[in-house]
């Protein structure tokens, strides 16, 4: 069946540090592929997403780019900052209706000064 | 403001009580969904609704029921056949199912004791 797996943290990177947290997929068809961030307590927000193969989902400085040959949808930022502390989530919704959501099981970041 | 209120934030019930989980959207979506976190976990799909008096079980529906009444509302009931209710609950809706970014409100944290 339709998944998404994501590298597991926790994950601690020093304020303005690369960053990638990877995910891939494994889905039938040509699926739309998300990236969600959730602070504490809250719920989650749509960071980015793109819908078809070599599309380039960008927002906020982060970015990741639909692979379908190597059935990714990393994320990258290039300088984090301690406001990025969260935990991000890998989503997918496969292609036609009436399907559901797939979410990765989150990967918490912590950005020190 | 157009958005997703679930109301309470914080939730307190005895074991064996029937609680009733609020989820408002005034955003003119179709679908709608309710999710339980755990901690370190992803998001587990419990229900979801594409339309107004029609819903489908997801993954975990054992122990929950839901109603779709009217567009705008779709309560999650937490019954006492539900052997372990403590968890974030999150709502989301979208234009329609399907490959539709969902839009997610903010949780309700419910702790059974």
């Known amino acids: 069946g339709d998944s998404v797996t994501q590298m597991e943290g926790p994950v601690t990177l020093s304020e303005e540090a690369f960053l990638t947290i990877n995910c891939t997929y494994t889905?039938?068809?040509?699926?739309?592929l998300f990236w969600y961030v959730q602070y504490p307590g809250e719920g989650l927000q749509l960071l980015l997403k793109a819908t078809k193969a070599d599309d380039k989902g960008s927002n906020k400085g982060f970015e990741a780019t639909y692979r379908k040959e190597t059935t990714s949808f990393h994320l990258e930022k290039g300088s984090v900052q301690v406001s990025d502390s969260a935990v991000y989530f890998c989503?997918?919704?496969?292609?036609?209706?009436?399907?559901?959501?797939?979410f990765g099981t989150g990967t918490s970041l912590t950005v020190i000064p | 403001d157009g958005g997703i209120t679930q109301s309470p934030k914080y939730l307190f019930r005895k074991e064996g009580q029937n609680v009733t989980l609020s989820c408002e959207q005034n955003?003119?979506?179709?679908?709608m969904y309710w999710y339980r976190q755990d901690p370190g976990q992803g998001l587990r799909l419990i229900y979801y609704?594409?339309?107004?008096?029609?819903?489908q079980k997801g993954d975990i529906a054992e122990g929950y029921s839901v109603s779709r009444e009217k567009k705008e509302s779709f309560p999650l009931t937490v019954t006492s056949a539900q052997k372990n209710p403590t968890a974030f609950y999150l709502c989301a809706s979208s234009i329609a199912s399907g490959a539709y970014e969902q839009y997610f409100g903010p949780g309700t944290r419910l702790t059974v004791t």
């Open positions: 989503a997918l919704s496969p292609s036609g209706a009436g399907n559901q959501f797939y």
């Open positions: 609704s594409q339309i107004v008096n029609d819903f």
């Open positions: 889905a039938t068809g040509y699926p739309s």
């Open positions: 955003l003119n979506h179709d679908a």
